[in-house]
């Protein structure tokens, strides 16, 4: 065969997430801080939801755009939550995780040489998302010292004649950074005045530890130019489900509805039955699950001053991002060197962008007693680093 591979999909780096995930899975006595997936099981009720759709024979497609009432649920929650109101009929669309939601959105939404401004560090997703829509990622570069959140002014340095698309990835992953409503009411008038269509990232809406969640859609003229993306994994502990959803302007969503009919059909029936029931009754369980992992979060943050290594202090999501600059090593050494030498995996932050340099990825998706465990085989390693260099 003749080059039987497409240029543009092999020309795409694989995720920088799995290496250390992999190399930890075949290492005796290991410590994953890897990967982002809650460490508690799927709440019984929901489990129990799903469990009962099986019973009842609910085993066939539901409708392209999910099921009636799960859509209504969503519209419901959006309205209890955020004070947003959508269409469930035309405004709403149930897909296979957020990730989907993502993956069509830009696809609906660009023309080739399109630019979609990414704020970096973040999800692995969206810059190969973009490319393969044919879009042009550009990188904005979130720095430390303004908490890893999107000022205006680098908003602003990136704009050109071709930005179409703005990815707003808060709560963060990898760097937990939030955006509060102040943040976003100084970019509001900057995105509507450049005419750009909003993908915003929620999938972290309910894991914020300062304060209620604040969705851009909120604010006056952004609804109706943002495709609000979120889904069941984080908050409900449901990632094996496969299961998430968007809702914005009727076109963009037809649209989506469209290229989700062809690719897919629709989202898993017995997954779709057990999130009616995680919306109508999953308020408590979220809840809990977020103060065992604000008690992680502060843990770590203590430890981390106590060991005086430099970390801001991440108020959303299960991620810290501690910087490493001071060895001299590059990320993927260090973790690298981390895992060899201590046998625990943490992911490079260069995962999340080239601008990830000089820092790790800890997730405290784990419970206390591995988070402990971890911890003190990275203050024996660092205090190890460190009398290397006094040398």
Not at 258 to 279: D, G, N, R
Not at 284 to 305: G, S
Request: with cysteine.
């Amino acid at each position: 065969m003749k080059n039987p591979l497409s240029e543009k999909i092999v020309n795409i780096a694989p995720s920088g997430i799995r290496k250390f995930f992999d190399i930890v899975t075949e290492m005796e006595d290991a410590i994953s801080l890897g990967v982002g997936e809650p460490d508690f099981d799927t709440p019984w009720f929901i489990r129990d939801e799903g469990i009962y759709s099986l019973e009842q024979g609910r085993t066939f497609y539901t409708s392209n755009a999910g099921l009636k009432e799960l859509k209504e649920e969503i519209c419901r929650y959006l309205k209890r939550r955020m004070n947003l109101t959508y269409d469930p009929n035309k405004e709403t669309i149930v897909t296979v995780g957020g990730s989907e939601a993502i993956d069509i959105g830009l696809r609906c939404v660009l023309n080739p040489g399109d630019e979609v401004l990414i704020p970096q560090p973040s999800f692995v997703s969206y810059l190969p998302c973009t490319v393969m829509a044919d879009g042009v990622p550009v990188p904005i570069e979130l720095k430390e010292e303004n908490q890893f959140k999107l000022t205006r002014a680098d908003l602003e340095a990136h704009l050109s004649p071709k930005s179409k698309v703005l990815i707003l990835p808060f709560p963060n992953n990898p760097t937990g950074a939030i955006m509060t409503r102040e943040d976003l009411a100084d970019i509001v008038d900057l995105i509507i005045e450049h005419d750009l269509i909003v993908m915003t990232d929620e999938i972290y809406a309910e894991l914020s530890y300062h304060g209620d969640h604040v969705s851009i859609a909120e604010f006056p003229g952004m609804k109706e130019r943002t495709i609000l993306i979120n889904g069941f994994s984080k908050a409900y502990a449901m990632t094996g489900w496969r299961l998430g959803y968007a809702c914005g302007p009727a076109n963009i969503i037809e649209q989506m509805i469209k290229l989700h009919q062809f690719a897919i059909m629709c989202a898993p029936t017995t997954s779709q039955y057990a999130a009616v029931e995680a919306l109508k009754s999953g308020d408590e369980e979220v809840a809990k699950m977020r103060e065992a992992y604000d008690q992680r979060r502060r843990f770590l943050i203590h430890e981390f001053r106590e060991m005086n290594l430099k970390c801001f202090e991440p108020f959303g999501a299960f991620y810290i991002f501690p910087c490493i600059k001071e060895f001299g090593m590059t990320s993927d050494e260090f973790a690298t060197r981390f895992l060899q030498e201590e046998k625990v995996a943490v992911v490079p932050g260069t995962a999340f962008g080239d601008c990830g340099e000089g820092y790790l990825r800890i997730s405290y998706a784990y419970s206390l007693e591995n988070l402990k465990c971890a911890i003190g085989r990275l203050r024996t390693f660092i205090e190890r680093l460190r009398a290397e260099q006094s040398r």
